[in-house]
C-alpha cells in the first residue's frame, strides 16, 4: 500500500528516485523519504562529475543506492514506488517497463500536494511567474501570515511539509512539467494566477496545444470557491475557462474586477464595481512595464488572501529582485550589467530589453527549445547596440537580425565559449551603456541550467572590478 496520508509511513518500501535534478526537487524527496524509513534508490543518466552538488546535500544520509550514469530496468520493474523528475517526459521507456509491471509513479510536487494541509496559491505562466511568486509571498508576510514559498521557484517544500499548518498558506510556482502530473491528481489551487501564455518548451510538449493543457491545469479541477486570477492582456489566458471567480488584470484596464494600471501607473482596484487607487509604480522598485504587470497580479492575488493595502505597500516596496532575474549586479567603469539568465524565452528577452532606455549591449541564445525566435531578433535588431550569440540558437539568430531591415545593431561572431561572448560584448560597451545578460533560450548546451549561466556572467562582471576600464 503506497501512503497518501501523513499519518502513514513508507517504511521498508523500495522507492526509486528518478533523476536527481539541479534545483532541489530531488533532494527534498530523498529527504521526505528517508525520514519516513523508505528503503531508496537514486537513478540518473548523468554520472557523479555532473550531480557533485546534488550529491553533496545527501551526505549523512544512509540507507541509500545509487544508479547513476544510466538506468537499469531490473529497478523500474521492481520499484514499489517511483518518484519522476518533472523534467523527464511521460512517454520515456524505462517508465513505460514500470507502468506494465504495475509499479505506481508519482513526483515532488504530487507527493507535496496530497500532504500539504494548507491552501494553495499558485503561479503559472510562460513569464514572470517566479516573480510574481515571490512577490506575493513577500506581501502576505507582511499580512502576519505564516506562508511558504516553494516549487518551480527552486525550493522544495517536501520535506517541512509536517510543519505546515492548516491555517498557513502555501506560495507556489508551478511549471507545465510539473502541472502535466498534477494534472493526474485532479486538483486546482485555491488562488491561481496566469501571468501569460507563449509558445514555450515545445521539445518537451511537442504541440503548442499541449503546452496550454498542461497550464490549464490550473483551473481544469477549480471548485466555484477558488479564484483565478487572469492576465486580461493576454488574448489567449483571458478566453480560458474557470470554475471559481474570474479577476483580471493587466496593463489596460478592461473594466471589470480585478487590478489594472493606469496611464501614470497607478493601480486601479475594482471590486463589485467600487474601485481606489494605489501608486503601484512609486512602491515597485523593479525596472519594466513587465514587472508592473507583475506587480499588478501580485496584488491582486494576495487581496484576495486577506491582505490590505498597508501589506501590499511594505511587500512591493520590500521586494528584492530574484537572482538570475533581471537582477542588477553592479555598475563596472560607467557600465551596468544586468543578470537576467532566467529569460530562457523569447517573450522574456524582449521584455528586458524594452525594460531600458539606455543603450543595451545583449548576451543572447543557448539550447534550441523549437520555438519561433523572429521576434526576438526583430526586437533585438531595433533595441539593441550589439548583440552577442550563444550556443546552439547563435546562427539562427543571426539570420533573423540580417534579415531585419530596421537593424542598428551590431552582431558578434560565433564563440567557443561564454567567457569569450562575455569579453566581446564589454569591448563593445560604453560607459552609460547596459550590458544585459537575457539570453531568451535555455542553457542546456553551454551550462548545467540557468544558474550556472547567471552565476558565471556574475563571476565575469565581479572579475572587472579588478580590471582597468576599457579603452
Known amino acids: 500500500m503506497i501512503p497518501d496520508h501523513p499519518q502513514r509511513d513508507y517504511r521498508d518500501l523500495n522507492v526509486m ?12 524527496v530523498v529527504r521526505f523519504l528517508n525520514d519516513r524509513g523508505a528503503r531508496i534508490t537514486i537513478t540518473d543518466t548523468r554520472p557523479t562529475e555532473k550531480l557533485t ?3 553533496a546535500e545527501l551526505q549523512g544520509i544512509d540507507n541509500l543506492q545509487f544508479k547513476l550514469g544510466g538506468h537499469d530496468e531490473a529497478d523500474f520493474r521492481s520499484a514499489d514506488l517511483i518518484v519522476v523528475n518533472p523534467a523527464i517526459r511521460p512517454d520515456n521507456p524505462y517508465l513505460q517497463l514500470a507502468r506494465e509491471a504495475g509499479v505506481p509513479l508519482t513526483s515532488e510536487m504530487n507527493l507535496f500536494w496530497q500532504w500539504n494541509p494548507a491552501p494553495v496559491v499558485a503561479v503559472t505562466g510562460s513569464n514572470g511567474k ?25 525550493i522544495s517544500l517536501l520535506p517541512l511539509v509536517d510543519q505546515i499548518q492548516a ?7 508551478l511549471s507545465s512539467f510539473q502541472l502535466t502530473d498534477l494534472d493526474r491528481l485532479q486538483v486546482s489551487p485555491a488562488v491561481s494566477v496566469i501571468t501569460n501564455f507563449a509558445p514555450n518548451h515545445l521539445d518537451w510538449h511537442d504541440s503548442l496545444d499541449h503546452y496550454r493543457w498542461a497550464k490549464q491545469t490550473m483551473l481544469r479541477w477549480q471548485q466555484t470557491t477558488d479564484i483565478a486570477v487572469l492576465n486580461g492582456d493576454d488574448t489567449d489566458v483571458r478566453k480560458w475557462r474557470c470554475l471559481g471567480r474570474r479577476l483580471l488584470f493587466g496593463l489596460t484596464d478592461h473594466g471589470t474586477d ?12 475594482r471590486t463589485d464595481g467600487e474601485q481606489q487607487l494605489l501608486p503601484l509604480k512609486h512602491w515597485l522598485k523593479l525596472p519594466g512595464r513587465h514587472n508592473l504587470a507583475n506587480a499588478l497580479a501580485a496584488t491582486c492575488a494576495t487581496l484576495e488572501c486577506g491582505a490590505n493595502i ?23 567603469h560607467g557600465r551596468s550589467f544586468y543578470n537576467d539568465s532566467l529569460a530562457t524565452t523569447p517573450e522574456s528577452a524582449i521584455v528586458a530589453l524594452e525594460a531600458f532606455e539606455r543603450p543595451v549591449i545583449l548576451l543572447a541564445g543557448g539550447y534550441d527549445k523549437r520555438v519561433d525566435l523572429s521576434e526576438m531578433a526583430a526586437v533585438i535588431s531595433r533595441r539593441a547596440k550589439a548583440v552577442a550569440l550563444l550556443g546552439q540558437t547563435a546562427g539562427t539568430i543571426r539570420e533573423l537580425i540580417d534579415r531585419n531591415p530596421a537593424l542598428t545593431c ?14 566581446w560584448a564589454v569591448a ?4 552609460g551603456d547596459v550590458v544585459l545578460l537575457s539570453p531568451g533560450c535555455a542553457s542546456y548546451d553551454w551550462f548545467r541550467n540557468f544558474a550556472d549561466r547567471g552565476e558565471q556572467f556574475v563571476h565575469f562582471v565581479n572579475g572587472l572590478k579588478l580590471k582597468r576600464p576599457p579603452t
Open 53 to 55: 552538488e546534488s550529491l
Open 258 to 269: 480585478g487590478v489594472f494600471s493606469d496611464q501614470n501607473g497607478d493601480a486601479i482596484v
Open 130 to 154: 517566479s516573480t510574481t511568486t515571490a512577490m506575493i509571498h513577500t506581501i502576505l508576510q507582511q499580512s502576519g501570515r505564516r506562508a511558504w514559498l516553494g516549487g518551480n521557484i527552486g
Open 167 to 173: 491555517d498557513d498558506i502555501v506560495v507556489l510556482e
Open 410 to 423: 551590431l552582431t558578434s561572431p560565433e564563440f567557443d565559449s561564454f567567457r569569450q561572448a562575455f569579453d
Open 428 to 431: 563593445q560597451s560604453d560607459p
Open 17 to 28: 528516485v528518478m533523476g536527481l535534478g539541479s534545483f532541489g526537487g530531488g533532494l527534498g
Open 310 to 332: 498597508q501589506n501590499i505597500q511594505r511587500g512591493v516596496e520590500q521586494y528584492e529582485p530574484l537572482p538570475h532575474r533581471l537582477q542588477w549586479i553592479a555598475d563596472v
